[in-house]
């Protein structure tokens, strides 16, 4: 008799699982690492309907203003993939901060669940600096052009590149995946309409052509 009820249970269970939703993300934390006082951030985190049933994304809420989320498709059909983009505002922040953005969906497991981002925001810097300005202006120079003169790789990073992107594994993590045609690129030129600018002496930078491949070596190679 045992045995029939506990048939009868597996096979229950087993139909339920294949006639249901499962939200799965690829990872459900991100951290943003150094971020000066004002600026916006943005990430986003992927997901996949391992269920046999679509997925429905019910709600999606953060736990404070300055934080945004906005997802892909509110229905994921079984197998697809979906995403949900954060921004973070740090705008009138300082110090270390958490923030938690929750999924509703028709997951019968997990029908809650929460995504969390951080971010160490730096007010003690550029608390005069204006983003249509420079990084290699004068009154900037001292600390983002100067200081590479004759560096190659790790140092070079470390004496420029860490103001931005920070001295933590994250920061280099986020650089090593972008192609290297594209680092290579945003090094040497710039991108349009953000702080970085162009680092290439033909850009009005610091960096003659053998710095910039030494530089994205160093983050090619993780570090090493």
Known sequence: MKRVILSIFLLSTLAFAEGTSRISF???THDFGRVIQGKTVEYIFTFENKGQADLII?????????????VSNDVIKPREKGEIKVSYDSQGRAGEVSRTITIISNDPVEPSKELTI??????SMHTTFNVNESLFSEKCSGCHFSPAAGKQGKE?????????????????DRLMVIPQDKLNNAIKNGILGTEMPGWLKDSNGPLDND??????????????
């Open 118 to 123: 951080t971010a160490a925001v730096d007010s």
């Open 156 to 172: 070079l990073y470390e004496a420029v590149c860490t103001f931005c992107h920070g001295r933590t594994a994250s920061g280099l």
């Open 58 to 70: 019910k709600e999606v809420t953060t736990s404070c203003g300055c934080t945004a989320a906005l």
């Open 211 to 224: 710095q910039v491949n030494s530089l994205i070596s160093f983050i090619k190679g993780g570090g090493d």
């Open 26 to 28: 690829t990872k459900d």
